[in-house]
């Protein structure tokens, strides 16, 4: 079997899978797609639970609408649109939920205002994790100090316009995360993020999550408070699937089982080898491509051998998580490293190592061999060699190949 293999924006690397071993190529589920204009008004016509929004607005004063920042694929300018047919857009201020990302570039202002740039510059504000003034509403369970924007807690109504997709250790995007970490202090994001370091933190995972339940602790303590919620699934082409509208935790549970339509791909069997691509543009850096190992590993057996292929564009993504990694050359030591002395970043250092402890982790990458070796992975010159020297290893291994491994989440049928 002949497998194209994408690599970086324009290249693709061929590979020949012998049929005995060839188990497929999987991507995220297709799915059908209505119009997108139709679907976000049906959705708002009929939220789940409350009133639609014409009538949540009523009477607000001090109106926030919190949107997702530019490394989210939120369709932000598509609610707008069909929002301004109900509303004046400039009642509102609009909070960028950046979390400890940096602030939008211009590009990304367009890409998440669309045509109401321009009318809403001047209402929009960007939270900044270290500098922006946040309110402490207390701790939660987990002892998180509770460090909220100030406009966010002051706001007499809320409106969070986000998107909704597997997270790597918050089980899923969406819903609380426009709280913790979209709009909290740089020290609440960074005790909450600790405890990704765990198996229990993973993703589709939501109980018994502590990084999840700490999310929905960070939303007890703003109970009471008028939220009304438009969370948006896309499908794999980046189309909107369905848009769940109303309160937000059950507008967030109905969109999880409909992501879970999408991302979440039956496999016939678990394999000996699993090749899991980041394409472009998720192929930005090693920080970034971790995401195309985590989901991979679902699909591989124990002891078996992941290959993860990116083309690393801009290097390493992150010096701190890469030292992490390089500390010692027992996985096992990375971790307890990690737990002795955590920063943000590290919890990825840590999936990352976590992999380590019961798989071969092989890279084809654009990076030094010597970085990709320090990070406990096997450098590989392509992903045919990496193909034949696994084969070499074991000739009847099973051989499964993730075309977008960044965003496809396997399922083995025995599960």
């Not at 012998?18 to 209505?34: A, F, L, M, R």
């Not at 504000?125 to 207390?138: I, R, T, W, Y």
């Not at 991302?263 to 000996?272: G, H, L, S």
């Not at 991979?296 to 701190?320: N, Q, Y």
Request: proline fraction near 5%; charged fraction near 25%.
């Amino acid at each position: 079997m002949i497998v194209d293999v994408k690599y970086g924006k324009d290249g693709v690397q061929k590979i020949e899978i012998p049929e005995k071993n060839y188990i497929g190529t999987y991507s995220p589920n297709d799915v059908v797609c209505g119009d997108p204009d139709q679907v976000i008004n049906e959705s708002l016509d009929a939220p789940i639970g409350g009133a639609p929004i014409d009538e949540f607005l009523k009477g607000g004063k001090d109106i926030v609408f919190i949107v997702n920042d530019g490394t989210r694929p939120t369709p932000t300018a598509k609610v707008l649109d069909a929002l301004s047919e109900r509303m004046g857009l400039r009642i509102a201020r609009y909070l960028i939920a950046t979390g400890t990302h940096r602030g939008p570039t211009e590009e990304e202002y367009r890409n998440i205002f669309g045509s109401h740039l321009e009318e809403l510059r001047d209402r929009i504000v960007v939270h900044d994790a270290k500098q922006s003034e946040c309110v402490n509403l207390g701790t939660s369970k987990n002892g998180t100090p509770m460090e909220v924007n100030k406009i966010a807690v002051d706001a007499d109504r809320l409106v969070i316009i986000t998107s909704v997709e597997p997270h790597y250790f918050a089980g899923w995007t969406g819903g609380r995360k426009s709280f913790l970490p979209g709009v909290a202090s740089y020290a609440t994001v960074e005790a909450n993020h600790r405890m990704a370091v765990g198996m229990d933190a993973q993703a589709l995972k939501l109980e018994g999550n502590p990084v999840h339940e700490d999310m929905m602790d960070a939303l007890e303590v703003v109970k009471g408070k008028k939220i009304f919620s438009i969370q948006i699934v896309m499908d794999r082409h980046q189309n909107i699937y369905k848009v769940a509208s109303g309160e937000l935790n059950p507008a967030f549970d109905q969109a999880v089982k409909w992501g879970e339509e999408v991302f979440v791909v039956p496999v016939p069997e678990k394999a000996d080898v699993v090749i899991s691509v980041a394409p472009y543009p998720m192929d930005v850096d090693l920080y970034q491509s971790q995401k195309a190992l985590d989901n991979g590993k679902w699909a591989l057996k124990e002891g078996g051998t992941i290959i993860m292929v990116s083309k690393c564009r801009e290097g390493v993504g992150h010096d701190g998580f890469l030292k992490l990694l390089s500390t010692s050359t027992d996985p096992k030591v990375v971790i307890e490293n990690i737990k002795k002395g955590y920063k943000l970043g590290y919890h990825k250092a840590a999936k990352m190592a976590e992999i380590a402890t019961w798989a071969n982790i092989w890279a084809v990458t654009d990076l030094d061999d010597a970085i990709i070796k320090s990070a406990n992975m096997t450098p590989k010159k392509s992903v045919a060699e990496a193909l034949k020297d696994a084969l070499d290893a074991n000739p009847d291994a099973r051989v499964m190949v993730l075309a977008d491994g960044s965003v496809t989440i396997p399922r083995p049928k025995e599960e």
